[in-house]
């Protein structure tokens, strides 16, 4: 996307040592933390020697304005001229701008235009998969936009002290501005699968073991009533915990995706060798097909669980919330009433544009009781984006029913009436194209190497949880889905035969069983 020209500011001195910073919302004229990077000519990125960094690609240095701020800048005719952007979550216009500063001090002022206030909409929004300490995280959570947040203060063990005394939520400060956020935390991320266990009121205390099934922890975990969320619907164990109600969410905006980039990742196509599953290619959409077929797969074997997303900030270089849920918990909300409403499903995930969906006036998370006679139910799907949309569509039981028509812009519905008679489940998804970046920027500094290299990506999308639509009391079984599960559950038994200690087998063998029959069940 192209930028304007210029601005000088207006001062008198030729050598430049100080820029006043001054972001606030457009609309309100108030100061509202915001994520800056400032990058003078020779593309070195400028940042506060007191800000809470947040890096971005290989090569990105953005740092947290709380509204004001004050920078050194180098003196000499390389920052003359500085490359500013700001941007704060999903719900603003980034913004872009050359700044000339002249003078010993120059002062300017970042109007962020709101393109959306998805409150007045009822909704509030966080995320599941947060690497870093209530601290660290109050600032990035404030300049993201984002309602609560959480700590995976566990990490295959511990990761940030924490003390068992204090309260489970805790509301953290920064520059006056205060976000609720758990700290007891933990994620589990061995070979069975990433599950992250939000809400525990005591932190965690179990040693590391990459034998042990998650299924012990998850039996604990839901004991204490956390909120349990998979990193995928491809993970190894995430079929037989949600056989077993040990899962509410399914990430679907997982951190394949990060801010201008996504994790190629086919190779968790098929993690436990199933004959006859698909294997996804190397590409974004490639990629969100993996996420959405797998979780469909698991709705289609009569398994309500929401759609999630989480970013893996701190872990990965992405900004806290990239991928999340927005959800809607009624008005005002603490963080357990936003956790409760997140797992009855009352909620779409996103990385991008805002997605609605209606099915006879019922939202996500709603259920539909039907008689055994047929019935028409209207369908209507919205998105509303920032960026181009590409797609719209309602899904029913994982087939695309309809799909908007020749969208042209940021805005597109879709309306359609389907005569239902069997059990289904109802969501929508949309898809569209980030065009702020030029190509030369994307393929320049957001491509990295490592264990599992990153590569430029335009793709943004959002997923709604279903409505879920019962006739005479039973919800949706799709046999090639059922068929599918078995013959995961099968594998699933060999691998936790290679891969469990002894001492969990008895568990392992007694949950496979119950596993089967609830698949089974009528």
């Known amino acids: ?108 002022v970042v109007r962020l235009q709101r393109w959306i206030n998805m409150r007045q909409h009822g909704y509030v929004c966080g995320e599941n998969h947060l690497h870093a300490s209530a601290e660290e995280l109050a600032p990035q959570l404030l300049a993201e936009g984002l309602d609560f947040g959480t700590s995976l203060q566990w990490w295959n063990g511990p990761k940030y002290e924490v003390q068992a005394a204090a309260p489970c939520v805790q509301s953290v400060e920064s520059a006056g501005r205060r976000v609720p956020i758990s700290i007891y935390d933990y994620e589990l991320e061995h070979d069975w699968g990433a599950a992250y266990v939000l809400g525990l009121p005591q932190p965690l205390d179990a040693p590391s073991d990459a034998r042990r099934p998650n299924l012990p922890l998850l039996r604990q975990a839901r004991a204490a009533s956390a909120l349990i969320c998979y990193q995928g619907g491809w993970s190894r164990e995430v079929l037989l915990d949600a056989l077993l109600g040990l899962v509410d969410v399914v990430n679907v905006c997982n951190n394949n995706f990060h801010r201008h980039q996504f994790q190629p990742r086919s190779n968790y196509s098929n993690l436990l060798n199933v004959p006859g599953l698909p294997t996804y290619p190397d590409t974004p959409e490639g990629m969100m097909q993996m996420n959405t077929d797998t979780y469909y797969r698991l709705l289609n074997c009569g398994l309500r669980l929401a759609a999630g997303a989480g970013s893996a900030k701190g872990a990965k270089n992405t900004p806290a919330g990239y991928n999340r849920a927005y959800v809607r918990a009624g008005e005002n909300p603490d963080l357990p009433a936003f956790w409760a409403a997140w797992r009855a499903g009352r909620n779409f995930v996103t990385n991008g544009p805002m997605l609605f969906l209606q099915v006879d006036g019922r ?85 990295y190497g490592g264990r599992l290299p990153c590569r430029p990506c335009r793709l943004r999308f959002a997923h709604t949880s279903p409505v879920y639509v019962t006739v005479d009391g039973r919800g949706v079984r799709v046999p090639a889905a059922v068929a599918e599960a078995s013959r995961m559950l099968d594998a699933f038994e060999t691998f936790a035969r290679n891969q469990a200690a002894p001492a969990y087998l008895e568990e392992i063998t007694a949950a496979l069983a119950d596993a089967r029959r609830r698949l089974l069940e009528p």
Request: charged share 30%; net charge negative.
């Open 1 to 108: 996307m192209s930028w304007s020209g210029p601005v000088r500011a207006e001062s008198q001195p030729a050598n430049p040592s100080r820029l006043d910073l001054t972001v606030v919302d457009a609309d309100s004229g108030e100061p509202v933390h915001a994520r800056v990077r400032l990058r003078d000519t020779r593309g070195c990125d400028i940042v506060p020697a007191d800000a809470t960094v947040v890096n971005i690609g290989a090569r990105d240095r953005w740092f947290v304005c709380s509204g004001r701020c004050s920078i050194e800048l180098p003196v000499g005719t390389d920052a003359r001229t500085l490359d500013v952007r700001v941007e704060r979550g999903t719900e603003y216009r980034p913004y872009r701008q050359r700044l000339e500063p002249a003078g010993e001090r120059t002062e300017h």
């Open 363 to 447: 939202q996500p998370g709603d259920e539909i009781a039907l008689a055994g006679s047929p019935v028409e139910l209207t369908i209507r799907a919205q998105a509303l984006s920032e960026q181009p949309l590409t797609s719209l569509e309602i899904v029913i039981n994982g087939s695309v029913v309809a799909r908007a028509d020749d969208i042209k812009g940021d805005r597109a519905e879709v309306v359609t009436r389907w005569w239902v008679s069997e059990p289904c489940w109802i969501a929508a998804r949309c898809t569209e194209r980030d065009d702020w970046l030029s190509d030369s920027e994307l393929a320049a500094g957001h491509a």
